[in-house]
Structures are given as structure tokens and as C-alpha cells.
């Protein structure tokens, strides 16, 4: 779909930078998504005298995990970050004293940063948070009244559908190509409807739509047939979430693609599905697709891809070749050329098994890379089962011997299917770093989860019927929520909340919790009803799934039925004291040649302390935030459990400096030198993996 805004392009102008190369412009550094500076002011020889040079507070915790996922820009001495809950805030880069702070009016929990643009006076920072993106004056924090509606633009408009009430959030931020800011979006993947995922550009002076690329195609365009027929009007999913690339010279934008749908069963989603789980190519200009790949075929695994693929230049044959390298959460990097696709490593197609859930029809193969090889353990075998004791032993494989065997695309499934690498990645939504030399640096977590799929239908009454398909996923069976996972408990919300308060919630959905407006009232009444221990008339045993009915209006009410399974949650596979099921590593970072596709080191990444007491070699732990790459020699991460900030020596892996932050360093670290001084700052929002809540960003430089 196009549309005629495209002359507003002729009077693009690209600003070039003054302060190019001591600055951080652009989300995970540049528009190569490279994580990578030039600066080189601190060196392995000198890192472990760094120092804090400023930590700032946002003061905006609240009750409940929060989190700072936010890879700070600095631009001219400024910083532009986000807050726990989502406020702007520019700060002196050189000081950490704050500047000026912007509030939106429906602040929604989770961003992970902000895309800046300026034609001379003109400097905008694009903020996305919810479903708005809003423009915010750099220098003033007030929004522009002439973009959008009064200084925002609504993503929830012009989707190509109705998506009334569905969840639509912008918490990564959107790409500038010239004149025009390109924006994906996270909405829902569970059995309840989603909104479509079209990736939008938008004039970045007006705020109106310029092009909308359809990722569920419709009748007539390429990728239809990959669908059933109706596919492009009720299906949902298929989104960027994770942000994009740019090729300026090039005039590309690199998209990839999140799974379609409900995530886990896709028995009304029958084929490929393109382009679900692609690296996605448009012309930038025009969101004309130029090429794209698909990792996984009928996703139903949830194998989305994590992060903006990074472009570099790999050496061949004595040639430098223009590269686009895209992580993967199965734990492999595919690498291509950029322009044209073609894979630079051999890629075979692997045979999978098929499902047994009724319904669904798993695709017959997917494609693996032969070279790099994958940077985490890709089966979960009796022999990789935990040996930190005797008793955590045998109680991972008692339950091991009761699920599925773990096989690679092993098909989800009722008494359990192993996960391995986790929900989460192998690579997560930090992404990758490269540097000139064509190295990647990527961290990884090795994680086992347990996906287990139940029936919908059978509840016994209305209220369970509809917490059963739309609610256990993320609140479980039982109710009990998921501490692990940010997910409160639902037990005793009565004791909490009143009725009106829940319907509330439960309507429009806060933070991470989606909103559930398109059921009736009859049924969010019901379902609130059921938590409130309400005796409900009883349903009859073998009634019919209870239909969604006011979602699609052009549908008769009582038609759009439900997918007949959900799942149980997203469950870590733990021992019981609360360890991962799986021998170490549970964590590491990798640096990979991707002239050679060989390693040149990989190493633990985070270590537990209560474990080296015992004399445990470090284990790694889980990680969430990329790395930082530096001319200066070193790759800065934050990421581990263990709340330290790291850095190591970028040739060798060696750690050579450490530090405890004041929570987790959950984000991708930032680096950009003022009046001479390099800083190194990381967003410290804490709040993943049961560990406490921050909101301080500490910047570090030498003395
Ligand atoms: C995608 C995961 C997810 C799904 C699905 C989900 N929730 Fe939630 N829910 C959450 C999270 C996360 C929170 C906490 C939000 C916050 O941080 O404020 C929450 C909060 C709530 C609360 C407020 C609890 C309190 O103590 O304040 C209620 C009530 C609730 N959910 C009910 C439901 C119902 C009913 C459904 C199904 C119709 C549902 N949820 C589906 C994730 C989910």
C-alpha cells in the first residue's frame, strides 16, 4: 500500500554530524546497529581505574518489578533516556544533572529508547510508548504540536484493519531514514486475537503515514498462498518488535519479523506463513520488499527474531563484501549479503518431526547454518541434566523422564516439550556488536523451558471458560502468577482491588498486561466474577468454546471461535533450589570472526556467588542487554544476573574490569566522550529474573 506523501522526500536533508564519532546518535549506536565507537580514550591498560563520574535517579519506581531497558543517545553533551515508567528524561551527559523530563499522558511500562532527528533548529526526539509515538522537542521536552494529533501520531490508526482494543506497544524505538521514521510494534501472541504487525513509516515533521508494508499478505500479493485464504484479515502477529537496521547508502531497512499468532498453535494458520520470522528487506523510500529470509516455517515455537540484524563488512577472497548478520533466539547467526540475500555460509535444511496436537500441521523442515556453529547447546540430553547435587540430580530427571525428549523443532505438546535455548534466546533483544574488523560479539543465554499445552474448552463455567483461554498463560492453572516473570498472583486480588478496579485492568491492560476489550462485558464480568470466587451457574460439560464476539465487526457475533489449546506459561525448567535443570553454561559471551565463521573466543558471562563459595567454577547466568564494542579495545556488558557491569578485553576475552551496579544493568550499554572524557553509561533498571527494581543510570569515565 503507498501513498502520495512520497515528494515530502525530495526535501530531505541528511544532517550530518559535527561531533561524529564522540557521539551516540542512534539506538545501539548507529544506524549498522553495531553497538561499536570509535572512542578509545580507555584501554585494557587503564579500565580498572574507572570510576563512577555521575549516577542519576529517575525517582519513578513503583510497586511491582519495573524495568530500564533503555540504550541511552547522547548528542551534543545531551542524554536522552527513558525512565522505569517511561518518562523522557534529558540530562547533562557530562554531569547527570537533568535538563528537562517529558511525562505522556498513558505512560505504558516497558522502552527499550528513543530515535532523534534534526534538520538545523529543527531536533526531535521519537519517542514511542504504548500505541503513540509522540515528538518531543530535543531541547525544550515539550511535544511538537505540529506533528500527529497535537505532537503524537496513533499507531493504532491505519493498520489495514479494525483493531479495536487490541494491544499495540511501541517499546522499541522506530528507524530514521531521511525524512521519515519507520516504526514497528509489539502486540499480542497468545490464543486471544492480535493486531496485524505492518511495519509504518511516518514523516517525521508531520506525523502522517508515508507507506505501510503488509507483513500478513493479502489476496494478489507474493507470500498469500503461505497463508489459508482469510489469513490477512483475522490473523495477528508477524510484527518488528525487536527494531531495525538501516542501510543509508543503500536505501535499505532491515525488518525482522516476529512468529504470527497464536504462538504456540497454529492449526488455523496452516503453512509457511511468510512473513513471519524473516529478515524482511524494503526499500526504505518506499516499503517496496526487495528481499527476505525465513528462518522458521510455521513458527510454533515462538522463535521470533530478537534484535536488528547488524551490518558489516566481511573480507572473502580478498574482496570486502557489504554483510547483514541476523541472531537468532535458536542460538545460530545467519550472515548474507546485504543486497542481495545470498547466504555467505551454507545453510541445509534440517527434516522436523511432525505434531501431535490435533490440528496442527508442523511444517516438514527448517533451515539451519552449517557455519558459524551455534553459540549455545541446542539439545537438552540426559547427559546435559544438572550435577550441582546428588538430590537437584535425580529430581530434574525425574521429571526429564516425563516430558517429551528434547529433539531439535521438537513440536510443542501436552505432557511437555523442552525449550532449549530458552523463550528468551540464545540471543535476546540486546542484540549483537560488530566491529571493522568483522567480528561479532554476542551473548547468549542456555536456559531450558518447559512448554506444556492444554485444552480450552471443558471449563464448567463461563468466568473459567474465558480465564482458560485467554489468562493461564501468563497467570497459570492455578493462579498463582509467575515470580520469575514479573507476573503477580491472582489469589488474593480481591484483597487488593475491587471489582471495578479489576474490570479496569482487565479492559485496557497495564504495563505488560495486555488489554482484553474485544471480549463482552458479559465475559470480562465473568472472568472477573471467577476471581472474586463468585459461584457461577454451572456450564455444561461439553458446551462449545465460548466465542469471542466483539472483535472483527464485519463478522456476525458468536463466529471467531477460539483456538482449542493454550499453554501453561512460560516456565523456566528448574532445579529445586532453583537453578537452571542444565549443566553450566548458563551464560555466555561469544566473539566470532565472520570472515572465517570461526571462534575466537567464548567465555562465561556472570557468576553466581553463593556458588564460587563452594568452589563452582563461574556458571554464567541468564543475561538480558548487548554488549558494547570499543576501538579502545574492550567489550563493556552489563546483562548478568549477578547486577555487575563488566568489561573484557576485546581480543582475547579476558575480564579486566568489574563492578557492582545498584541493579541489574539489564540494558545496552552507551559510550560518547564531552570535553575530552570518554563515559561509559548503562541504563540500571534491575527488575528481570527475581532481582530488585532500579532506576538509575551510572556513567563511569577514568579519573
Ligand atoms: C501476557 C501475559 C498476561 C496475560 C495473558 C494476562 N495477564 Fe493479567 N497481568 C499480567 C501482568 C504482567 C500484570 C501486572 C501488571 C503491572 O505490572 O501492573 C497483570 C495484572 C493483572 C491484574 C491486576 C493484579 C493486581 O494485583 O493489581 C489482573 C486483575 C489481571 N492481570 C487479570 C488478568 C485476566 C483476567 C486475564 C485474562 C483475561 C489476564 N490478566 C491475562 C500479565 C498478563
Known amino acids: 500500500m503507498r501513498f502520495p506523501f512520497l515528494a515530502l522526500l525530495a526535501a530531505s536533508v541528511v544532517t550530518l554530524h559535527a561531533s561524529a564519532g564522540r557521539d551516540w546518535p542512534v539506538y545501539l549506536g548507529d544506524k549498522n546497529a553495531s553497538h561499536y565507537s570509535i572512542l578509545k580514550q580507555i584501554i585494557p591498560a587503564n579500565v580498572a581505574k574507572l570510576e563512577v563520574a555521575w549516577t542519576f535517579h529517575a525517582g519513578d519506581l513503583r510497586e511491582g518489578a519495573t524495568q530500564i531497558q533503555c540504550n541511552p543517545l547522547i548528542i551534543d553533551g545531551v542524554l536522552y533516556a527513558t525512565t522505569p515508567q517511561s518518562k523522557v528524561v534529558a540530562l547533562d551527559a557530562a554531569t547527570g544533572r537533568e535538563l528537562w523530563r517529558f511525562v505522556p499522558t498513558e505512560p505504558n511500562g516497558l522502552n527499550r529508547g528513543l530515535a532523534y532527528w534534526a534538520d538545523g533548529v529543527d531536533r526531535r526526539v521519537l519517542f514511542g510508548n504504548g500505541h503513540w509515538l509522540h515528538a518531543v522537542d530535543a531541547g525544550t521536552g515539550r511535544l511538537i504540536d505540529s506533528f500527529g494529533d497535537h505532537g503524537r501520531v496513533n499507531l493504532g490508526d491505519n493498520l489495514g484493519r479494525d483493531a479495536t482494543g487490541l494491544a499495540i506497544q511501541a517499546n522499541t524505538p522506530g528507524v530514521v531514514f531521511r525524512n521519515l521514521i519507520i516504526m514497528g510494534m509489539r502486540v499480542g501472541e497468545g490464543p486471544a486475537p492480535a493486531a496485524p504487525g505492518c511495519v509504518r513509516a511516518y514523516d517525521v515533521r508531520s506525523g502522517k503515514m508515508v507507506w505501510r508494508f503488509d507483513t500478513i499478505p493479502r489476496p494478489g500479493e507474493p507470500g498469500y498462498e503461505t497463508w489459508p485464504a482469510d489469513a490477512w484479515q483475522r490473523v495477528g502477529g508477524v510484527n518488528v518488535w525487536s527494531g531495525m537496521t538501516v542501510d543509508e547508502e543503500r536505501g535499505l531497512v532491515f525488518c525482522p519479523t516476529g512468529s504470527a499468532t497464536f504462538d504456540f498453535w497454529g492449526g488455523d494458520r496452516h503453512g509457511d506463513n511468510l512473513y513471519a520470522n524473516c529478515l524482511l528487506v524494503l526499500d526504505a523510500a518506499t516499503g517496496r520488499r526487495v528481499w527476505h529470509y525465513q528462518f522458521v516455517r510455521h513458527d510454533i515455537w515462538d522463535r521470533d527474531l530478537p534484535s536488528p540484524p547488524v551490518l558489516l563488512t566481511v573480507r572473502r577472497d580478498g574482496r570486502d563484501i557489504p554483510a547483514v548478520a541476523q541472531t537468532t533466539k535458536s542460538g545460530h547467526v545467519f550472515v548474507f549479503q546485504r543486497e542481495t540475500g545470498v547466504p555467505l555460509f551454507p545453510i541445509e535444511e534440517v527434516a522436523i518431526p511432525s505434531s501431535d496436537l490435533a490440528g496442527e500441521l508442523a511444517a516438514k523442515s527448517e533451515p539451519l547454518p552449517l557455519k558459524p556453529a551455534p553459540f549455545a547447546r541446542q539439545i537438552f540430553t540426559a547427559e546435559e541434566i544438572t550435577n550441582r547435587s546428588p538430590e537437584a540430580h535425580r529430581a530434574v530427571l525425574e521429571r526429564f523422564s516425563r516430558i517429551r525428549p528434547h529433539t531439535l523443532f521438537a513440536p510443542p505438546s501436552k505432557e511437555g516439550t523442552i525449550i532449549f535455548p530458552g523463550f528468551d534466546g540464545g540471543a535476546e533483544w540486546g542484540g549483537a556488536a560488530a566491529d571493522p574488523a568483522g567480528v561479532l560479539y554476542v551473548n547468549s543465554n542456555e536456559m531450558p523451558w518447559i512448554l ?45 482491588l475491587t471489582r471495578e478496579q479489576a474490570m479496569e485492568v482487565i479492559t485496557k491492560g497495564r504495563a505488560v498486561m495486555p488489554p482484553w476489550g474485544f471480549l463482552s462485558e458479559a465475559q470480562r464480568k465473568a472472568v472477573v466474577g471467577f476471581l472474586y470466587g463468585d459461584s457461577e451457574k454451572p456450564r455444561e460439560a461439553n458446551a462449545a468454546p465460548e466465542p469471542w464476539v466483539t472483535w472483527m465487526p464485519d463478522k456476525p457475533a458468536g463466529t471467531v471461535v477460539p483456538p482449542p489449546f493454550t499453554h501453561t506459561g512460560y516456565n523456566r525448567f528448574l532445579d529445586p533450589d ?126
Not at 463 to 478: E, L, P, T
Open 578 to 703: 532453583g537453578y537452571p535443570a542444565v549443566k553450566p553454561p548458563w551464560g555466555t559471551l561469544n566473539a566470532i570472526d565472520l570472515n572465517t565463521g570461526d571462534y575466537l573466543w567464548r567465555v562465561p558471562l556472570g557468576e553466581l556467588p553463593e556458588l564460587t563459595a563452594m568452589g563452582i567454577p563461574p556458571t554464567g547466568t541468564e543475561n538480558y542487554g548487548g554488549p558494547l564494542v570499543t576501538a579502545g579495545g574492550l567489550v563493556f556488558i552489563g546483562a548478568s544476573k549477578d547486577e555487575n557491569f563488566r568489561a573484557f578485553d576485546r581480543k582475547t576475552g579476558r575480564e579486566l574490569w568489574r563492578v557492582k551496579l545498584p541493579a541489574g544493568g539489564y540494558a545496552t550499554p552507551s559510550t560518547y566522550e564531552v570535553d575530552g572524557r570518554q563515559f561509559v553509561v548503562i541504563a540500571c533498571g534491575g527488575g528481570k529474573m527475581g532481582t530488585k527494581s532500579g532506576d538509575a543510570y551510572v556513567a563511569f569515565a577514568l579519573p
Open 452 to 496: 506444556s499445552m492444554i485444552e480450552t474448552g471443558g471449563a464448567t463455567s463461563l468466568g473459567q471458560q474465558v480465564f482458560m483461554q485467554n489468562c493461564i498463560g501468563c497467570h497459570g492453572a492455578d493462579r498463582t502468577g509467575n515470580k520469575a516473570a514479573n507476573i503477580p498472583s491472582l489469589l488474593d486480588v480481591d484483597k487488593r
